[in-house]
């Protein structure tokens, strides 16, 4: 009855759009005794080096994390990014307009309005925004749904580095960060240029990880074909079909390349992707991180008790599957949210392989997915097992 918005299974910004609750609404299901008995806490051991994680995303709120950031020799946080334009920028956050950045605390009770609508959760704040909107005019609600688009690409990295770090004292963050194109129509406008350059900072992104010692690495986000056709049906009107479509294979084959290379050269590193949240089969669909590899696993989701959603897409890709609706994740200013989607199963994996490296550092990427599937729960559905953390840390500390 309450749902307004397109579901929390849309793409944004080549992420996986969340959007999120209040901790009071939500306190029961961060509390489920189902999720807090496949889970462990690992604490702080001063005889032992933390393990390096590496956030690839759209980047990360340092002042909510200043004491979890991998350090160089001269104590800087180590951070990587290029902006929109595929110019690097060594910023831990996107560069904001004004607009939006001054009403930040308005945009995240927004966030969260917006999932309790698409949840079904009647909350004192789905009722405000519901009401608020049917006074807005076309044009003021398309204005809306660009600045939330905005903030919530802006906001995701940060929701992912504080899952991966849920109970997890043994470890620090590398940050590297990778900018969309914004506003309607996009800027920039894709070109071929574009693609080379976002292929060639994806490529230079993976080595700067790899360099840094992280030993895990969260990539949620996809690179769809379908993404680069949007923005040139946007910006670039009068391109044949045919050539904004070859224009996003182009685009979609390059980054794709450039993953594959770069992995593997890294086989210490274990790179986790999101499966998508299209209720696609990956044989269908034209995301770029759609490959398989010893060191890259594609993670599915699971709805709030384990059961399997229709949303998550499938494949022999998806090797396993980790909660992924509502789950507790801060935004930059450290409001607690609820996010929903494969870009969160991706981080809630990496953190039990965190935990798993925390408790015995020596582990090859070999023993870890190994560790994983042995002890991962048979799903009813017969599709990929369901990760179970407190499981795999204890088979990987009792080798």
């Excluded at 945009?107 to 789905?126: E, F, H, K, T, Y």
């Excluded at 030993?215 to 769809?224: E, F, H, L, Q």
């Excluded at 290379?261 to 669909?285: C, H, S, T, W, Y």
Aim: aromatic share 6%.
């Amino acid at each position: 009855m309450l749902q307004r918005f397109p579901t929390v299974l849309c793409v944004i910004a080549g992420l996986a759009l969340f959007q999120a609750i209040p901790a009071p609404v939500m306190a029961q299901v961060a509390d489920s005794t189902f999720w807090i008995e496949r889970d462990t806490t690992i604490g702080a051991d001063a005889a032992r080096a933390r393990v390096r994680i590496a956030i690839w995303d759209s980047g990360v709120d340092t002042v909510l994390f200043r004491d979890r950031l991998a350090r160089d020799g001269q104590g800087r946080p180590l951070i990587r990014g290029y902006d929109a334009f595929k110019e690097r920028q060594d910023l831990p956050l996107a560069v904001l307009p004004d607009s939006i950045a001054q009403r930040s605390a308005q945009l995240n009770r927004w966030l969260c309005a917006m999932d309790d609508i698409d949840s079904g959760v009647d909350s004192p704040q789905a009722r405000e925004l519901n009401a608020w909107l049917d006074t807005l005019t076309e044009a003021q609600e398309e204005a809306f749904y660009g600045t939330i688009e905005r903030y919530s690409g802006y906001t995701h990295g940060t929701a992912l580095a504080d899952i991966t770090l849920n109970g997890l004292e043994q470890a620090e963050l590398v940050i590297a960060r990778m900018e969309w194109w914004h506003g309607s129509p996009p800027v920039p406008c894709w070109s071929r240029e574009l693609a080379d350059k976002e292929a060639a900072s994806i490529r230079d992104l993976l080595d700067f990880i790899v360099a840094q010692g992280a030993r895990v690495v969260v990539m949620s986000w996809m690179r769809t074909e379908r993404g680069y056709v949007r923005n040139l049906e946007q910006c670039a009107p009068d391109m044949p079909e045919t050539e904004r479509k070859a224009l996003a294979r182009y685009t979609v084959d390059r980054i794709r390349a450039e993953l594959i290379a770069g992995m593997k050269e890294a086989p210490q590193v274990l790179f986790i992707g999101a499966a998508g949240n299209r209720g696609d089969a990956l044989a269908e669909a034209d995301q770029a991180t759609r490959f398989t590899l010893p060191n890259f696993m594609l993670v599915g989701a699971v709805g709030q008790q384990g059961q399997a959603v229709s949303w998550s897409n499938t494949g022999p890709e998806v090797i396993i599957r980790a909660r992924g609706e509502r789950v507790p994740a801060r935004l930059p200013d450290g409001t607690l949210s609820h996010p929903t989607g494969t870009s969160m199963s991706a981080p809630v994996a990496a953190n039990a392989v965190a935990k798993m490296l925390a408790v015995e550092p020596g582990l090859s990427v070999e023993e870890i997915r190994t560790w994983l599937l042995d002890t991962a729960t048979p799903m009813a559905d017969h599709g990929p097992p369901l990760l179970h953390t407190r499981a795999a840390v204890r088979a990987a500390g009792g080798r």
